[in-house]
């Protein structure tokens, strides 16, 4: 079987993954993207493996590596995503910005005061 | 040898333990101070007696040496006559000042740190007479200086004894660079900082070239430190010391300072007609200026503060004129009836509580012993026979009848100048001195309190120093002081000329002044109405100077402070602001999206992936 055709699938599915983890708003589609992106790559190594022949097959390896370690992540992932939901009642991912910076610079003499906590 | 090191480090020692112990226990402040001053005192005559019965003796003695890469400087003292006979003085007015001002500062709260600088201005004094290296010397000289400028300091809390302390500080410093870059001249062109080699090898070793830089150099700083024209300004300020200060520093030893060390470089001196010709255009206006200001003082500090340079002029003269041996001569006699003009001027000032003349008047009575030392010093000062200012005057003067008539080292129309200079400048002080006298002693009383006399500590100092301000002209006009010297000078002698015109001009002035004072007794005998504030203020020298330099250099202060608040300041100040603006440009990113951020870091990947393809 010629290399390009597997190849091609697993750019597919990566290019597939990565807009879904940047353009989905939910968190669980999200997570699905992110196993799509590692299904491509998994392809990806099973594909060169048998193209190169390698006789420790070290491709197909990393790939029952990969599929573990996403199990793991997957589980992980949707307990969180099970949590914020809980707690907010919504997985849309652009409403979780708890993070973000202030519009508003904080007040000069509220520097200061900082300045002078850390100095002391 | 070890005494001349005794003589030197007893009175540091003694100020180290006054400072010491002194704060701990108050009452050995008064037994330590005059401990280290009597150590030296017997120190420093054994030494002089010791000189005088080997004349002319030389002995020096090394501790060690100090590689610098350039020239080594030897740690070394040296004993001759002429610093054993200086040292002696030092050492006569050091304990007289030490006695007196356990009376007069008694109670002070600072006595224990003035005495410790009075102690080490003894010790530095001492140094700067027997040092034999020209770094040592520096080393004492400008320990000097710094106790001087403490000790004039010492009522701090006052406005004008900080002013005068810091002036004083800065003038002598300003003639000390000078007098740094002089050493450095002279040690590099002899190849050596001693002063013994130095003097060995003037006649030859040194071009004319040379030695007329370095001895000019030497002179900014002699200039500084003995008060003359135009770095005399600060000298008439620093009476805002302490009393006992000014007979000690300002009058007999710190001031003689600049004079001793001519007279201890003084062949090479010799070999620089052109200095010895500035330093008698220096003394000439120093001698009369000083004589004239001191005319119309009304503080009777100031007075002394303004013959203390007029006579200091008249050394300088005497070292342009070509004679060591008079300079030396009138530095001794002058040490001793100045001293004594200062600690009688204490005395009265103790009593009466004001510095003021007009505030005094009718104190003969009242005070006897001290006008009496008081008359014999400013007899002494006026130069009339047989007191000790009239033969060292006379030498002086005669040195110049000499060099103006035959061939001396200097220009012969220098020595004209100086020998009528000084003539004129022998009526003034005459004048001077019986004004200060009558207003002081003579008239009605104008003082509101109870005068008595001083107390034994202030009046025995008086009684001692009168004692050489009397006997030092009998003693030194034989021919006795230049071989104990053993400066190669002319020996000293008293003109018939000279010492005539003098004695008849001193009456001339004393005779005015006393004519001026019985036409109306109770008022100033100094009348002369359109010249008195010319002469109250020292020809405007001071603002003159405040005009030329003080003001320009408030100015550059103001400039530099306003660069720094408005520039430094600012730019410091902008940079935080800056950042801050600039940050709230990045804060506009952090909006809290994650997916927002994953777009950035892929776009990011891109980017640098396309550009590691196409530019590879």
């Known amino acids: 079987m010629p290399l390009l055709m597997p190849v091609l699938l697993a750019s597919l599915l990566f290019s597939i993954g990565i807009y879904g983890v940047l353009a989905r708003r939910n968190a669980i589609l999200v997570l699905m993207s992110v196993e799509l992106m590692l299904n491509g790559v998994n392809l990806n190594f099973v594909a060169f493996d048998v193209y190169l022949r390698d006789k420790l097959l070290s491709g197909q390896v990393f790939t029952l590596f990969l599929i573990t370690v996403a199990a793991a992540e997957i589980g992980l992932g949707l307990a969180i995503v099970l949590l914020v939901f809980r707690n907010r009642e919504s997985s849309q991912l652009d409403e979780l910005r708890d993070l973000r910076e202030e519009d508003d610079p904080p007040a000069r003499d509220q520097v200061a005061d900082d300045e002078q906590a850390v100095a002391s | 040898m070890t005494l001349v090191f005794v003589t030197v480090l007893a009175p540091f020692v003694a100020a180290v333990a006054g400072l010491f112990l002194g704060g701990r226990w108050p009452r050995t402040q008064v037994p330590i101070a005059v401990a280290g001053a009597v150590v030296s005192l017997g120190g420093a005559v054994v030494l002089a007696v010791r000189v005088a019965v080997d004349a002319p003796l030389q002995d020096v003695a090394q501790v060690t040496t100090v590689h610098t890469g350039a020239f080594d400087i030897d740690v070394a003292l040296r004993l001759d006559g002429l610093a054993g006979i200086v040292s002696v003085a030092v050492a006569v007015v050091a304990l007289a000042v030490q006695v007196y001002s356990s009376d007069y500062l008694k109670g002070d709260p600072r006595y224990s740190s003035y005495a410790a600088f009075v102690s080490l201005f003894t010790a530095a004094m001492m140094l700067v007479v027997f040092a034999d290296d020209l770094f040592v010397l520096l080393v004492g000289w400008e320990v000097m200086g710094v106790c001087s400028y403490f000790l004039i300091g010492h009522h701090w809390e006052q406005a004008d004894a900080q002013r005068s302390a810091v002036k004083a500080f800065v003038v002598t410093r300003l003639g000390d660079v000078g007098f740094l870059f002089g050493i450095f001249t002279l040690s590099v062109a002899a190849g050596t900082s001693r002063i013994t080699t130095i003097l060995g090898t003037s006649g030859d070793g040194l071009s004319q070239h040379t030695a007329t830089v370095a001895t000019l150099l030497l002179l900014c700083g002699v200039v500084g430190k003995s008060a003359q024209f135009p770095l005399h300004t600060w000298l008439p300020d620093a009476m805002a010391g302490p009393t006992p200060i000014s007979a000690l520093i300002h009058a007999a030893t710190m001031v003689a300072a600049g004079i001793y060390l001519v007279a201890r470089l003084y062949p090479v001196f010799l070999a620089a007609p052109t200095t010895l010709a500035v330093m008698a255009v220096i003394a000439c206006i120093t001698m009369l200026g000083a004589a004239l200001a001191a005319l119309a003082q009304d503080d009777i500090k100031r007075v002394l503060a303004y013959s203390t340079v007029s006579q200091l002029a008249y050394m300088l003269a005497a070292l342009a004129v070509g004679s060591a041996t008079a300079a030396t001569y009138h530095l001794l006699t002058h040490a001793a009836f100045k001293a004594l003009l200062f600690l009688a001027a204490g005395s009265v000032i103790h009593v009466v509580g004001t510095n003021l003349m007009p505030d005094m008047g009718g104190l003969r009575k009242a005070m006897p012993v001290t006008f009496a030392t008081m008359t014999v010093g400013l007899a002494a000062l006026a130069g009339l026979p047989p007191f000790s200012g009239f033969f060292s005057k006379e030498a002086v003067l005669g040195a110049a009848e000499e060099s103006a008539r035959h061939d001396g080292p200097v220009a012969s129309w220098a020595a004209w100048l100086v020998l009528v200079v000084g003539l004129v400048t022998v009526a003034v002080t005459?004048?001077?001195?019986?004004?200060?006298?009558?207003?002081?002693?003579?008239?009605?009383?104008?003082?509101?309190?109870?005068?008595?006399?001083?107390?034994?500590?202030?009046?025995?100092?008086?009684?001692?120093?009168?004692?050489?301000?009397?006997?030092?002209?009998?003693?030194?006009?034989?021919?006795?002081?230049?071989?104990?010297?053993?400066?190669?000078?002319?020996?000293?002698?008293?003109?018939?000329?000279?010492?005539?015109?003098?004695?008849?001009?001193?009456?001339?002035?004393?005779?005015?002044?006393?004519?001026?004072?019985?036409?109306?007794?109770?008022?100033?005998?100094?009348?002369?109405?359109?010249?008195?504030?010319?002469?109250?203020?020292?020809?405007?020298?001071?603002?003159?100077?405040?005009?030329?330099?003080?003001?320009?250099?408030?100015?550059?202060?103001?400039?530099?402070?306003?660069?720094?608040?408005?520039?430094?300041?600012?730019?410091?100040?902008?940079?935080?602001?800056?950042?801050?603006?600039?940050?709230?440009?990045?804060?506009?990113?952090?909006?809290?999206?994650?997916?927002?951020?994953?777009?950035?870091?892929?776009?990011?990947?891109?980017?640098?992936?396309?550009?590691?393809?196409?530019?590879?």
């Not at chain 2, 004048?431 to 207003?439: G, S």
């Not at chain 2, 002081?481 to 190669?488: D, E, F, H, V």
């Not at chain 2, 008022?523 to 010319?534: E, I, K, N, T, Y």
């Not at chain 2, 804060?587 to 980017?607: E, S």
């Open chain 2, 430 to 616: 005459a004048a001077y001195v019986t004004r200060l006298w009558l207003m002081t002693f003579f008239g009605t009383a104008r003082t509101a309190v109870a005068v008595h006399e001083s107390p034994p500590a202030m009046r025995w100092p008086l009684i001692a120093l009168a004692i050489p301000a009397v006997g030092l002209g009998v003693v030194g006009n034989r021919s006795l002081l230049p071989t104990w010297l053993g400066l190669p000078a002319p020996t000293l002698h008293v003109g018939l000329v000279t010492s005539g015109l003098s004695v008849l001009l001193a009456a001339a002035g004393f005779a005015a002044v006393v004519v001026a004072w019985r036409l109306v007794p109770a008022s100033d005998p100094m009348r002369l109405a359109s010249l008195r504030p010319v002469l109250e203020h020292a020809f405007y020298v001071d603002d003159l100077y405040d005009r030329l330099f003080v003001r320009p250099v408030r100015a550059a202060t103001r400039a530099v402070r306003w660069t720094d608040d408005e520039v430094v300041v600012a730019t410091v100040a902008g940079s935080g602001l800056g950042a801050t603006r600039l940050a709230v440009l990045l804060r506009r990113t952090q909006q809290g999206n994650v997916q927002t951020y994953l777009t950035g870091l892929l776009a990011g990947v891109v980017i640098l992936a396309v550009g590691v393809v196409t530019l590879t």
